[in-house]
């Protein structure tokens, strides 16, 4: 058994095994999650990386950067304990033919963990270009990949100096060689494996778990708290377990007023300050890093009022709208398809059932917003130019981000079901990581 299925197998065993007391899943000491972290780069490069390179017919990727001005991709490349590139930080990966196992080096001072070893000794030759360039000549590529891209900024890492550098000192009869690796930066980014899989569930609940937790009266007095403080409750939360979050969580209200939902206010001018009320309808939008991985989650709660025991039916049936909105774009979800293919059939089923949706849907994994088939944007319910003409593939991740417009008429206002919940899409079937939300939390609850 290789090393990285040893480790992952025992570090199964902490996961399954342990419980925080009384709210979380385990969540794993430093050491353990960079063991964990290690291993699955390995297995990454072992068993993701080549048949991506037959893929996209590179079969060399060059991958260059300084210490601080990291290329996004260099960065999921590097090993648990480097916070950073060092110095001038030059990884190549090579496949010489298809079906064979990749070489990886570091043309470097050092090893860069345990997979790329050290290809440069400076005592034979002090210049870390030429000992490239050497390299380059022995093995011949045919097409040497760059991290260059018009569409996708995660694939677009190469800065000016080093590309200049590069094409400077690369001899002539590879110049036409060169070209964009976005197609393949792509494909690494959003291919997850065999253990990310296993590793995602565990993120995902415990990102549920945290959500759940602040839509209650543990972190909730209604006529005091303010969604403000929410927020920093669920941050200071995210801090206390030892995670970290990708972005600043939101909370917002709907209710009984004469107050008009719009996206602009919803993404960039809610209110901050806002009391929370019974009667209220909740919303976070929260994500949490771990494990190199990434959550982004958008949930439902409502505030009883004192005569009330359960959610309003009239909120029920608004968040039914919601999840059937949800289920018409998941039913879209086919290898091949483009974002913009999948988001026009999705509103399509969607308005034929009465439904008034807006999609947004992203890939996730080694970022919040990650590199894949964008699937709308809340301002773009045409189709979006470029990352949503790039196709689905399996094996992949997302973030299943949408919202529908619901008229209550009990506060004679319209209001939107708000959602987001992780899935995995294996080429045949997308199915949520952890589930999705079935209904609206009270607050207070049993």
């Known amino acids: ?183 393949l930066g792509v494909a690494w980014l959003e291919t997850r494996s065999a253990t990310e899989k296993i590793l995602y569930e565990n993120l995902c609940r415990i990102a549920h778990q945290i959500i759940a937790r602040g839509f209650s009266t543990e972190a909730i007095v209604p006529g005091h708290t303010t969604t403000d403080d929410l927020v920093w409750w669920y941050r200071q939360e995210i801090n206390n377990l030892g995670l970290e979050t990708w972005f600043h969580p939101t909370v917002d209200i709907q209710r009984a007023d004469p107050e008009n939902f719009d996206h602009l206010r919803s993404f960039s001018k809610r209110p901050d300050l806002q009391t929370i009320m019974p009667g209220d309808l909740l919303h976070v939008d929260f994500g949490i890093t771990y494990l190199g991985l990434n959550t982004d989650t958008q949930q439902h709660a409502y505030v009883l009022k004192p005569e009330e025991e359960r959610v309003p039916g009239y909120l029920v049936e608004a968040f039914k709208k919601g999840k059937k909105v949800q289920d018409h774009l998941t039913d879209q979800f086919t290898t091949g398809r483009t974002g913009n293919e999948i988001l026009k059939l999705a509103l399509e089923a969607a308005k034929e059932e009465g439904l008034k949706p807006t999609i947004y849907t992203h890939p996730i994994g080694f970022h919040g917003h990650a590199a894949g088939p964008t699937i709308g944007m809340w301002d773009q319910q045409g189709g979006v130019a470029g990352s949503g003409d790039y196709p689905l593939y399996p094996n992949t991740a997302y973030s299943i981000e949408l919202n529908a417009a619901v008229f209550i008429t009990e506060w004679q206002k319209e209001i939107r079901i708000m959602l987001e919940e992780e899935a995995f899409f294996d080429g045949e079937k997308i199915y949520y990581i952890d589930g999705r939300q079935e209904a609206i939390y009270a607050i207070p609850r049993k």
């Open 1 to 183: 058994m290789s090393p990285y299925k040893i480790c992952f197998a025992s570090s199964i065993l902490l996961l399954s095994s342990f419980f925080a007391l009384g709210q979380y899943d385990q969540i794993l000491p430093l050491k353990e999650r960079a063991a964990i972290e290690d291993s699955v780069l390995k297995e990454r490069i072992e068993t993701v990386l080549p048949g991506l390179m037959e893929r996209t017919e590179i079969d060399m990727w060059v991958i260059i950067s300084r210490e601080y001005n990291e290329d996004p991709i260099l960065k999921t490349f590097l090993p648990s304990t480097w916070i950073s590139a060092r110095r001038r930080t030059i990884l190549v990966i090579y496949q010489e033919e298809p079906g064979n196992a990749l070489e990886t080096f570091a043309i470097a001072k050092y090893d860069v963990g345990a997979v790329f070893k050290k290809a440069w000794n400076s005592d034979m030759q002090p210049d870390q270009w030429k000992r490239l360039m050497e390299l380059i000549e022995e093995r011949k590529p045919k097409k040497i990949g760059l991290n260059y891209s018009e569409t996708f900024a995660l694939a677009d890492g190469i800065n000016k100096t080093e590309y200049e550098l590069f094409m400077k000192n690369l001899p002539a009869q590879y110049q036409e060689s060169v070209v964009s690796a976005d197609k």
